[in-house]
């Protein structure tokens, strides 16, 4: 009955196939790579990147960029390892069940239900916004009483509640309609930077790396980076350290990539067709994100640039206001498929956790006939879409970093750990290098925390408080590995009676 004990991957693989739990294996290589692409470019590079050039990095964003995309590609080999390994639903929290223990996997687990859910309300609320900005270009006026920044922002509520049905339907449809979203999507990616091109003066690139500034302490010591607050640094701007601070912003650009293995045990071939998803989505998206970086830094002066301004900013300012609504139309698009597959990814970790009977297990009965959880993708689909309609998330988007960096962080320790408790199983894609790249991993992931906000930090402890009071209550009894041992003591007593 410890909390450390750990379920087996061959008793993972197993329960996968136990038909009121089944999933439908029906994704391709190429269905995994427009998953994650369709969850990783959204509200990242559509407003971080212009606030993190105008305030921290000026021109060198680029290398913040690259940056951010070393600490994800890191993290991205451990998870295309375990998720070839263990393809089962669940990502991160499976994984960690197999090797660091039962509390470790509902940590992971409590912490990837905080970076999903709470990230489609932020960005359903982002998508709302852009959808207003878009209406008012054609002339298209929301009532103020259910728009955005209203007490009940009607149109994120609405978004999320068809996007639930649609995932409820089957993942293929959910997917078919991914793919056409995201083809648009990287087709407005794609449109700025070629058009862009024409508008970049080489001279707004100097300096490359502005020189390193202090900034007011005008935040309180809540508000400063916890690193900050530890050791007493002196807050500053520009130089290598806005650089470092910048790629601390710009992760949330990045976000989403771990959920493609969520869908593990619905990939038709998950030994390699998961860690193509996994890795082709992060390079495709750090391709472009580095193009866009360049071209938005050499259009518009990083001193010049709006904090608050997105893609679509950069072309008004430099008199194109046609390519601005053609940029936002693509926001629209692009983040509806973010809330999509931070839909489809929560769901399935909640339908791990109960299959595991850590949570009721009936929630994660699937249906016959569309092989979903429906009862957990409406359940989770009614949550986001309050929390989107009458929350002012504003600050708690940083609760979705802390979420993702700890999961990250112990996938990455989990890496060495399996080899080493493991070394029999077979493992169709392996991290090089191991232990050295996935320490390394875990190294940057823990420093990214550190740049976190003191606030975010006592956020995150209060949900990590409530997740253990669950865990405690609830799931530590009513395990499997729980029952399972009860029934073995059981078993045990009725062989040896006592005299």
Not at 131 to 143: A, C, K, M, Q
Not at 369 to 386: Q, S, Y
Request: hydrophobic share 55%; glycine share 8%; proline share 5%.
């Amino acid at each position: 009955m410890s909390v450390w004990r750990t379920k087996s991957i061959e008793q993972s693989i197993a329960e996968g196939d136990e038909p009121e739990y089944q999933l439908k294996k029906r994704l391709s290589a190429l269905d995994l790579t427009v998953f994650g692409v369709g969850v990783v470019i959204g509200a990242g590079i559509f407003t971080v990147a212009g606030r993190a050039a105008n305030t921290l990095a000026g021109p060198a964003i680029l290398i913040s960029f690259v940056i951010a995309a070393i600490c994800c590609g890191l993290a991205a080999l451990c998870y295309a390892e375990f998720a070839s390994t263990i393809p089962v639903s669940g990502s991160a929290y499976t994984f960690s069940y197999a090797t660091l223990g039962e509390l470790v996997a509902w940590i992971i687990g409590w912490d990837l239900l905080l970076e999903l859910m709470l990230g489609a309300a932020v960005v359903a609320q982002g998508w709302s916004a852009y959808l207003g900005v878009l209406f008012d270009r054609l002339g298209i006026t929301i009532p103020e009483s259910v728009a955005y920044g209203s007490s009940f922002d009607l149109p994120a509520f609405l978004l999320v509640a068809v996007l639930t049905v649609l995932v409820s339907i089957g993942i293929q449809e959910s997917m078919r309609v991914n793919l056409a979203l995201v083809a648009l999507k990287v087709f407005i990616v794609l449109f700025v930077i070629f058009a862009g091109i024409g508008f970049i003066k080489t001279a707004n690139y100097s300096p490359f790396i502005p020189e390193a500034v202090p900034t007011q302490g005008e935040g309180s010591t809540l508000e400063a980076p916890l690193i900050q607050t530890l050791f007493g640094l002196t807050p500053s701007a520009f130089g290598i350290g806005g650089i470092l601070a910048g790629a601390s912003l710009v992760f949330f650009a990045y976000i989403g990539f771990d959920v493609v293995a969520t869908t593990a045990e619905e990939a038709r071939n998950p030994a390699k067709d998961l860690p193509r998803g996994i890795l082709g989505s992060l390079l495709i998206c750090t391709v472009l994100y580095c193009a866009v970086a360049i071209v938005m830094t050499g259009m518009v002066r990083y001193d010049q640039l709006s904090p608050e301004a997105s893609l679509a900013q950069v072309f008004e300012d430099v008199g194109k206001p046609g390519y601005a609504t053609l940029i936002a139309a693509g926001a629209v698009a692009g983040l509806t498929t973010v809330v999509m597959t931070l839909l489809i990814g929560s769901s399935r970790v909640v339908f791990a956790m109960s299959r595991d009977w850590l949570l009721p297990a009936s929630l994660g009965r699937t249906n016959a006939r569309t092989g979903t959880p429906i009862k957990i993708t409406v359940g989770i689909g009614l949550i986001v879409a309050l929390t989107a309609a009458l929350t002012p998330i504003g600050k708690l988007e940083y609760m979705i970093n802390i979420g993702t960096l700890t999961a990250f962080f112990l996938v990455s320790l989990a890496i060495p750990v399996l080899r080493r408790r493991r070394p029999d199983f077979h493992r169709p894609f392996t991290v090089p290098f191991s232990p050295w790249l996935p320490w390394a991993s875990a190294a940057i992931c823990a420093y990214l925390m550190l740049t976190l906000p003191l606030e975010t930090w006592i956020r995150f402890a209060i949900w990590m408080a409530l997740g253990f009071a669950l865990y405690f209550l609830y799931g530590y009894k009513r395990s499997r590995l729980a029952m399972g041992a009860q029934e073995d003591v059981r078993a045990a007593a009725r062989s040896n009676p006592t005299p």
